[in-house]
Every structure is written in C-alpha cells, then in structure tokens.
C-alpha cells in the first residue's frame, strides 16, 4: 500500500512541475527561446496575485483571475520590448538577457517586498484531504495536477485547432516562409509569450498555496521544469506532462528509501531518459 | 543662459560634492575611533538585520551622550559569504577599523572572523550558535584534537546544547508517548543536529525514541515519504531544523495526510513572525526556541531601556513587529562601547582584545563574559553564551502571532509568560 501511496504522491508532485514546465515548454516550441527567468516570472507573478489579493481585499482566486490579464500583458511587452530584440540565429544573446532578467526582477522583488517569506492563503481547503480507500491525497494536489492536465489539454487544442495555433507551428517550423503567408512572427511570438506567462500565473498560485515564496526562489524551482520539458522532448506538451510526471513520480520513490535519495533520483531519472532517448519521449521538430 | 560651460561646471561641482561627502566625516574626526559593522542587509538573511539603521543611530546618539568619539562604517555582506569576506577585507586595509562587530548566521560572521584574525583586528560577533561558528572556522572541523582557540574573534550567543535541552525540557513536559520524529535537512545545522553531539544521544538517554527518516535537500517539494515515516512510528513530537519554506510545505502536507502531532518544536523556521504568519491557523501553538524577547528582564547597559521598551521603540521606527535578533542587535553595540571605554587604548588591537576577555556587562541579552564554565574548555576562551528559553507561537484573534515564553529551565530569571499546550 506505501507503493500506492508514493505513486500517488509522486504524480500529484508531478503536476506542480508539470504547471511550472508547460510555459518553458511553449515558449521554447514556438521560439526556441530558453527562458531562464521563467522560474523568477512565476515569483514574480505569485507576488502580484499576492498584492492584488492585499489591495483589493479579494481572496486569491480572484486575484490569480486579475493578475492572468495583467502578467499575458507582461508577457506581450517583454516579448517585443526585450526578448525580440535579441532573438536571431545565434542562441547565446536571448540566454543572456534571459539571464539576466532573471537577476534584475529577484532584485527588484527584494527591493520592493524585502526578503521576507510569503505565502498565498486558501483557508481551511489548504488542509483538506480525499480518502481514496488506504491512502489520503490532499485537495489542492488534486487541483494542481487537474490544472496542470488541463493546461496542457487547451495549449493542445490551441495549437492544433486554432488559427494562432497553425501561426505558432508556421512561424516554429519556418519563419521566413511564415513571412511570406502573412505571418507576423513577432506578434505570434509576443502571444507566445503572453500566454506562457498566464500559465506561469496559474502556476504561481498553486505555488504560493502549497510552499512560502521569497524573491530568491524561482531558480531552484526551474530546474526540474528544465528537466520535465527534456525529458518529455522539446516543442512537446503532452510530453512536458509525461516528464513532469516521471521527475515527481522518480522524486517520491528515492524519498521512501530515503530522503537523501529524493532530489538526486530525480536528476537520475532524467539522466536514465537521456541515455535512452536522447531527444526525450515525444520530440516534435527535428531542429 | 544655461550655456555648455555652465553645465560642465555644476556637474564638476556636483561629482566632487559626491565624491567627497562619504569622505568628510572620515577628516572631519580624524580621531574618532572607528567600529565596522557587517551584517547581511540585503538577500535571503536580510530578516536578520532589520534593526541594523535603528541600532546604529541609537548607538551613535548614546556614544555622543558619553563623550565617545566613535564612527560606525556599516557594511552589507549581501548574504554572501565570498562578499562578507571581502568587505570585512575593505574594512581593515581601506577604512582601518579598530574594531569590526558581525551579526547573523555563520556565513556571515565566520568568513568575517577569519579574514581579522589574520589581519589582528579585533571582532565581536554574535547571532549563530557558537559550535558552526567556533568549529567551522577551525581548519580541520572534524578532528577535535586539532581546534585552536582564537586570539582577536569572540562570540557571544547559545549554542545547540541548549537548544536541545529547551526542546527536551518543553517535552517532558507535555504528556506524550515519548516518540519523536525529525525532519533534518542535509545541510549544517541539520547535520550537526543529527550527530553525536547533537539531539539522538539526548534522546536516548532520556528513554525516547527517534524516528529520523533521513537528510533531505533543502527545497524538497514533498515530505510524503518523512510523513508516511512518522505516522508509522506515532510521533506524538515532531522537531525538526528546516527552511521556512520547506516547513510549510511540510506541515501543509502533514495536515492532508493526516499526521497530526502532540508537540511540534522547529529551530529555525519559526524565528520570524512573518514565517509563522504565513502559516495562518497552521502555526498556531507552535513551539521554538527563544533567544530574545521584550518579556527577557534585562536592560541595555547603553540607553537604559528594558527590553520592552527597545522593542517598542524599535517597531515605532520600523513600522514592524519585534523579532529575536533584535536585541542582539543592540547588545553588540553595548559591549562595543564598554569595550571602547574600558580599552587602556581603543585604538590598539591588543589593548582592545585585553578590554574583551574582560568584559563581564549586563545587556539587553543577559549577562556576557568570556571564559565562563558553561562552554567546553576548548572554545571557553573565545565564546560567551547567553540565556536560551523556549516559546509557543499563539495566534491571535487578528490573525497575528505572540511569542509566549513557556519554558525557563535554563535560565529561571525569565519569567514565563503561559504554559505549555499541546496541538491535540
């Protein structure tokens, strides 16, 4: 039964990184861009729904439905205010100012909210629990690993079904020829953006509900997304779930044979998939 | 007109009126005595230096009431101990401190430690449990044999035998089935408390049993497997030395598993009101232990007010609420000063260490006096140790948090403020 349970805890685990990855993931299929704030733009985010619920006196839930709008506009400017500028054949310039954006909003995070922990509070849901037969699963777990099923499922619609999908996979596959059909790559990609930062929002409040955040946090936090969307192979999202998965559910078993074990046979697992499957499980271009 | 010349001028101006005023006060008082203070204002300790402006201005204002002639250059370790080390450097050889005082967690005061007692600047350092800061400083930490007692640092705070024994004394207390479990990360403090010399001796000896499911990474996202340990082998206490952030989360998932304990006890994570805050509901009756309080019956050597006075008067200026390093804050400032006016010469480095070995003041912490039998003879001559008692968070009705003192058996002059609850 501890099996059940580990299993259980693990996917759930899974799901968070999943929500954390599926932005890193969208942004890097449409651009080839690898974000390295992405992990500061989820602080960031939670520190605005935080804000939003302190000013305005609404619970988070409200707030994360505030701060969604405000952070796809974020997203949309930085786009072709900053990473635009730099996006080209050569790979190192949108990794540095990437980088270094990363730098600037934890410092600009400390400087307006010092470095005091925070923590987005949900009353009393924050502490329920399902029993499901011999194991017990927490409610906002729950949530957060249908969050993240979901979010994968409508990105997938969206590329698949919408028009703006068939531009992001044009301006993905061939920019220039994208060009030529009418395509405005700088508009698709500043969407890309846009939308990324939305999820990174949601990914935010689930963040803010299950753990304290302070302005250093993200980068420790994008390493396992960096991981799930490897594993789940680039421009994949159904795959950035199943790599998400398999570091959460990895993560839960090196923990029940001992905690030393946990973050490292995550790391394994992803180096295990590597070996394997070099482009991961689900590679979508063969760039 | 504002012609080009004009401009060039008054800019000219400008830049030299800001190159020269940092410089000023160091000619204009060429023989003040000059203390350096580093501390991690800004990062992920900055919580520990809140009271470093208000401390300072007090100190200066108390100094000038009693004829000192002293300057107070403060530095930012950044919470960085490449970058504690290096201003503790520009201090001695650019600003030429006589005396340099450092605050707050090892990987602040140790690198600024290190770097005087090479240069022979005398240092006063407080806030980090003396062992990482004596035996991490010693050149090979794991041979006892070969530790060395300083001649230019001192310490002064508690050290992990009384943190073990606040927590001890708080679970004998309670009824319990004398099952603890611990939630220890693989980091310094985790593993020193795991050790030999640190709680699982304690706890045998007093007939408990342990459950340590093992070191975890700091920023783990799930404790199912340390949970799963503990509701196995019905820990009625649950102690632990995590991050805050990993508390949460932690006690977040305890509570959707079910693990409900009797007595929770967490050094660390629960030192800041604001780490307890975020916890809503869940931190209430939590218990940690207490270094400094506005309840401690001490008073400031140097203004004279009571503790709970210089709380109050440290929350008015800061627009917030009173957290332990508080007083520590203050209390390095006290012993600077009566070590400025007993040295035969502030200005020398020897005279001053003389003054400190000396020292035996009354402070807003409690007494301190170097070379007393309470530290283990090896680190007595460079560690003065201050009283440790144990507190219970409880929530009030607004949804803030007090701190009541509900445990005294170390150090029975401070009085308690509640007893004991238990979580269920």
Redesign the interface.
Known sequence: M?WL??LL??VL?GG??ALFAAGLSLVFGVMRLVNLAHGDLIILAAYLILGVAAVLGVTPVVALLIAAPVMFVVGWLLQMQVFNRVLGDDILPPLLVTFGLSVVIQNAL?EGF??????L?L?PI????LHLGSV??????MMTLASAVAVIFLLNQLFYRTSLGRAFRATSDDVVTAQLMGIRPRRIFAMATGIAMVVATLAAFYLGA?????P??GP??LL?AFEAVIIGGLGSLWGTLAGGLVI?VA??FG??V???W??LSGHIAFVIVLLLKPRGFFPRATD | MFTRRKLLKSGAALAAGAFALPAMPALAKGAAIKIGYVSPQSGPLSAFSQADAYMVAGFLKAAKANGLDVEVIVKDSQSNPNRAAEVARELISRDRVNLILVASTPETTNPVCTVAESEEIPVISSVAPWQPWFIGQQGNPADPDSWQPFEYVYHFFWGLEDNVSVFMNMWNRAQTNKSVGALWPNDGDGNSWASEVGLPPVLAAAGYRLTDPGRYQNLTDDFSAQIGAFKKGECEILTGIPIPPDFTTFWTQAQQQGYRPKLVSIAKALLFPESVQALGELGHNLTCEIYWSPAFPYKSSLTGESCAELAAGFSKAAGRQWTQPVGFTHALFEVASDVIQRASDPTDSDALVTAIQATSLDTVVGNIRWGKDNVPPFARKNVAKTPLVGGQWRRQADGSFDLVIVENGNAPEIPLSGTLETLS
Do not use: M
Not at chain 1, 126 to 129: I, N, R
Not at chain 1, 136 to 141: L, S
């Open positions: 501890i349970d580990t805890q693990g685990l968070l990184y400390l010092t470095a005091n922990s925070q923590k509070s009353g924050e502490t329920q629990s017990t699963v927490g409610v906002i777990p299950r753990a304290n955040f302070d250093s946090i420790a936090r396992y959460g993560q839960a923990a029940a001992n905690p030393e946990q973050i």
